[in-house]
């Protein structure tokens, strides 16, 4: 038996698991969760959980995690002999379980009154053992690759090194377009970071129909012969054709080939685009008599969806703006675009740039892939990279600027919510933009070269395939104090993400959770009795199966 690695990204919209033959230099299987195991949408919600329920609690879901893609992947143990992971620096510490509140807290000196020490974050080289609650041979090692600050992530230094940003002259701006958008733009030898809380719906998630780049996702929609043909991703994870339909009423015109079970951030993002084109779409409002766009397989885009994913796509330009005003560059000079994640990758690149999620005088786009689980590949094939790492990070002029703490970020973020949720026309986006003296938006240019570096966001699935887990992580249970079990917790959870047990009391699926963003089972409460943060930190694990 040839010896075996495996690589895993903890992203925050979900993790994805691979096992490398070390000796052919071969994927053998790739598994991926569904969701990510923590409650909450996107980094600041895992952020806030592991506060609340203590990094311990976190912790141990995450491994357990793991665990459920490490029994998936099925490779004799023994074989095991190397273990990658690569993530932003939450989803890393998370992991590594060391602390995170230095994450949280912006401004050195608040950090140094709470007593906070940024921990080490350069590349480490752990035995198994120094991870009790992972299941992997006493023999294996561990491996993360270094942050280049704590801010900016070892997720971050993979979309950096193997997108060919660093390699290109021209002022360049990289994205990984997730949940969690994290940004950076090139100026000569600086380069600037950001992370845009985009939301989750350009992963798929908070959509109605929405689901993960999966088998049966609606992954892009284009006219054809007087109607839009659906793409759903076939089990390879390449796109198949769909029905050909009609958007306002979804007759179907041509019966598609696959089945469609939900629609992909990129579906949401091609479907936003042809919905604009179409005039179907006036923001924010959705003009057919269902208030829906149709699509494949009695999937609706509905304007509670449009504005979901208007609030992701407004983070995105917002984030890009400010980069911009953070670099002293126009925006006009940003010419060259890399997209890397699922989205970054499955998306129909020019549909992303006509509703301004690439800055629109880009002229040539490159889309790369899933950058984090490459890097954790290449370090499993060979762990010497972390050294050249290392050195590539401690080199890097880069600097981080906190979004949230931004004044042009705000401003922007405030105008692209009035443009997505409430409609306001463009000519007075572009007056206020000038009042609040930000980045001017030029027009946009619409011949743009579009090179594909991949066609899966996971460049090769191995072998063995693909396998998505559905039940991510754990659930937990806890007999509420004071609890008199009226339901209304139950009945006011949009996620379905809790029930009431007799024998287990309150239940709860973490990996549906939305968490601190929602709270409305606690606002629900009307003993006043039901409390997330104690729920979190006194409930117990029932199954992670
Ligand atoms: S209602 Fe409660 S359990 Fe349901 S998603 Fe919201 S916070 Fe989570
Ligand atoms: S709403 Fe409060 S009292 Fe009612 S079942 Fe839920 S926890 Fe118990």
């Known amino acids: 038996m040839n010896k075996i690695g495996i690589a895993l990204d903890l992203g925050t919209s979900g993790f994805r698991g691979q096992a490398i033959d070390l000796s052919a230099n071969a994927v053998l299987k790739t598994v991926i969760t569904a969701r990510h195991p923590l409650p909450g949408a996107n980094v600041m919600d895992h952020l806030n959980f592991a506060i609340m329920a203590g990094p ?30 690569c993530g932003n620096p939450i989803q890393l510490s998370l992991f590594e379980n060391i602390e995170i509140r230095d994450l949280a807290y912006a401004g050195e000196n608040y950090r140094r009154q709470l007593g906070i020490v940024s921990p080490d974050r350069s590349s480490k080289e752990y035995p198994a053992e120094r991870f009790p609650l992972l299941n992997l041979p006493g023999n294996c090692l561990v491996f993360i690759p270094p942050a ?13 090194i193997l997108s060919g940003i660093l ?43 929405g689901m993960l780049a ?17 793409l759903v991703l076939n089990t390879e994870m390449q796109p198949e054709d769909g029905d050909l339909l009609t ?80 670099a002293g560059v126009s925006v006009e000079d940003i010419r060259v675009a890399f997209m890397a994640g699922a989205s ?89 933009a000038r009042m609040y003296q930000l980045p001017e938006l030029p027009q946009l240019h619409t011949d743009v070269n579009v090179t594909k570096k991949v066609t899966r966001d996971i460049r090769d699935i191995g072998k063995d395939g693909l396998i998505t887990i559905e039940r991510v992580g754990e659930e937990r249970h806890w007999f509420v104090p004071g609890c008199v079990n009226c339901g209304q917790c139950v009945e006011e959870c949009p996620e379905n993400a809790i029930k009431l047990d007799d024998t287990l009391g309150v239940v709860m699926r973490m990996d549906c959770c939305s968490g601190t963003a929602c709270q409305r089972c606690e606002h629900i409460c009307p003993e006043k009795v039901f409390r997330l943060s104690e729920f979190w930190m006194n409930s117990l694990k029932i199954s992670c199966d």
């Open 344 to 432: 970054g990758t499955y998306v129909d690149a020019r549909k992303a740039m006509n509703i301004g999620m690439v800055p629109p005088k880009v002229k040539e786009i490159y889309q790369v892939g899933n950058t984090s689980l490459l890097l954790a590949r290449e370090i499993v094939q060979d762990p010497r990279r972390l050294k050249t790492l290392d050195e590539i990070a401690r080199q890097l002029r880069a600097r981080h600027c906190m979004f949230g703490l931004s004044k042009v970020f705000e401003k922007a973020y405030l105008l692209e919510l009035s443009y997505w949720t409430e409609g306001l026309p463009w000519e007075l986006y572009k007056k206020y």
């Open 56 to 85: 311990d609690v976190a912790h141990q879901i995450i491994m357990a995690t793991i665990n459920q893609i490490i029994d998936l992947l099925n490779m004799p143990g023994f074989a095991i002999e190397c273990f990658a992971v």
């Open 214 to 230: 999966a088998p049966g996702a609606i992954s892009d929609l284009r006219p054809e012969n007087g109607g839009y043909r659906c």
């Open 148 to 160: 280049v600050k704590h801010e900016i992530g070892a997720d971050a230094l993979a979309m950096l």
């Open 167 to 209: 390699d290109k002259e021209e002022i360049c701006l990289a994205t990984d377009y997730g949940t969690n958008a994290e940004m950076a733009l090139k100026v000569g030898d600086k380069i600037i970071t950001g992370s845009a809380a985009a939301g989750p719906a350009l992963e798929g998630q908070h959509v109605e129909n």
């Open 247 to 326: 958007l306002d009423n979804g007759t179907v015109l041509q019966k598609g080939r696959l089945e469609a079970k939900g629609i992909t951030g990129t579906g949401v993002i091609a479907t936003v685009s042809q919905g604009m084109d179409s005039g179907l779409v006036s923001l924010p409002n959705i003009k057919t008599a269902s208030g829906s766009l149709h699509l494949s397989n009695g999937i609706r885009f509905s304007k509670k969806d449009l504005i979901e994913a208007g609030k992701a796509i407004g983070a995105i330009r917002a984030g890009y703006l400010t980069l911009a005003a953070e």
